[in-house]
């Protein structure tokens, strides 16, 4: 059957990556986490005291970064090496979720990222998933998906995935982040959040996760025979 792309985008914590992970596995596809891209520039930045309102100091700063994605054999997980450092863990702190989309708002941050994923997707085959994919990076995918959730229940599985990680975060914190990262993801400049006129909504506050990964997998066959 054709390999084709799919394109998940959507808010943050609706569920893209832990459905997009399945659903590549099932169909035996890559799985790329853009949002891990942007997450290991910002550690970088955080990390190496880049000021980013200086532009000079962003170049400078993106020239000296290296992200690769490696499958770890033991969880079968793709992780993210940054300059060939396992930063998995780390680029999913707090304080880098703080800084994420102030520092994925830059636009030099996107052409560069953008580059490197159009670069994984050259032969198909791929599940990506992140807020630009379907709109910038993949406008020609053959499947797009538009994930949203109810606030309350994002921030609620936010709040367990980082408990997961071994971070206690007050429920009223994580919905302050989530809130702030809505409003610079959907208001931004560059390549702002928002839903491919082409993409399928998926809402997924009341369906199981099996049951979206299941529509998904649909409409992924049909996309194959169609396209
Ligand atoms: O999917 P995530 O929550 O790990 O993404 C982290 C941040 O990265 C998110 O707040 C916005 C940004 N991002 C982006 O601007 N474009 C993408 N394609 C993916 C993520």
């Known amino acids: 059957m054709k390999k084709i792309i799919i394109a998940i985008d959507g808010y943050s914590a609706c569920g893209k990556s832990t459905t997009a992970k399945v659903?590549?596995?099932?169909?035996?596809?890559?799985?790329?986490?853009?949002?891990?891209?942007?997450?290991?520039?910002?550690?970088?930045?955080?990390?190496?005291?880049?000021?980013?309102?200086?532009?000079?100091?962003?170049?400078?700063?993106?020239?000296?970064?290296?992200?690769q994605f490696h499958l770890n054999p033991k969880n079968k997980e793709n992780e993210t090496f940054l300059n060939g450092l396992n930063v998995e863990?780390?680029?999913?702190?707090?304080?880098?979720?703080?800084?994420?989309?102030e520092v994925s708002a830059i636009k030099d941050v996107r052409v560069a990222m953008v580059a490197q994923q159009q670069k994984l997707g050259k032969s198909k085959g791929v599940v990506m998933d992140g807020r630009d994919i379907g709109t910038v990076v993949f406008p020609s995918a053959e499947l797009k998906i538009f994930m949203t959730a109810d606030f309350d229940i994002r921030a609620e599985r936010r709040q367990k995935?980082?408990?997961e990680k071994g971070e206690l975060i007050e429920l009223d914190v994580?919905?302050?982040?989530?809130?702030?990262?809505?409003?610079?993801d959907t208001s931004r400049k560059e390549s702002p959040l928002l839903k491919d006129k082409e993409a399928v909504e998926i809402d997924t506050t009341h369906v199981t996760f099996d049951e979206q990964v299941e529509q998904i997998i649909h409409l992924a066959q049909n996309a194959m025979i169609t396209t």
């Open 89 to 101: 863990k780390d680029i999913r702190e707090m304080r880098v979720a703080e800084k994420v989309s």
């Open 161 to 163: 995935e980082l408990l």
């Open 23 to 67: 659903v590549a596995t099932l169909l035996n596809y890559a799985y790329i986490d853009s949002g891990a891209m942007y997450r290991a520039v910002t550690l970088y930045f955080l990390d190496h005291y880049v000021d980013i309102t200086n532009p000079k100091s962003v170049a400078k700063a993106l020239a000296n970064i290296n992200i």
């Open 174 to 184: 994580v919905k302050e982040n989530l809130a702030k990262r809505d409003q610079i």
